[in-house]
């Protein structure tokens, strides 16, 4: 939840952080906020106070997240709310403060290098080979984007 000024000192120049701390799912809910929401909503801040304006912070997140609070949920109630804070969270971040750029990744399934939908048992769900959501990241973290949430079935055409 804090970082020491050597580590500011070692981020000052950085132009965007690709965040992919967490797992698809936890179920103790306490650990799955601390690591979702408070110490991603950390580290924006404290890129946001330390690094080079503009700052891209891409944060993968998944693709049954609900920002809708209220919202009656069928599976993973808890989890998939206290990831839609996050991401609330991070676009209310983006936007109180100008300079910083928070892009959401919502992948769905993630193929492995070499897999493919064929050979999965689950292939009839939606799927983003990892090449592609990490080539999407990257993509975003050099150059920007033109909106803040990406959907699995936009992450293998960013631009």
């Avoid at 330390?50 to 700052?55: A, L, N």
């Avoid at 983006?94 to 999965?120: K, Y």
């Amino acid at each position: 939840m804090t970082y020491p000024d050597s580590i500011r000192d070692d981020i000052r120049d950085a132009e965007a952080c690709i965040w992919t701390l967490g797992k698809a799912y936890m179920p103790d809910n306490d650990i799955a906020r601390r690591v979702s929401l408070d110490y991603t909503l950390a580290a924006a801040q404290v890129f946001q106070e330390t690094c080079q304006k503009p700052f891209r912070f891409i944060y993968c997140s998944g693709a049954a997240v609900e920002r809708d609070q209220t919202k009656p949920l069928w599976f993973m109630q808890e989890y998939r709310r206290i990831r839609g804070q996050v991401e609330n969270g991070l676009l209310e971040f983006d936007n109180d403060h100008p300079g910083f750029e928070a892009h959401i990744m919502r992948p769905a399934m993630i193929l492995a290098q070499g897999m493919s939908l064929h050979s999965l048992v689950f292939s009839l769900g939606p799927s983003v080979k990892v090449g592609d959501l990490a080539g999407a990241m990257l993509d975003l973290a050099l150059k920007s984007g033109k909106k803040n949430i990406w959907e699995n079935a936009d992450l293998s055409h960013v631009q």
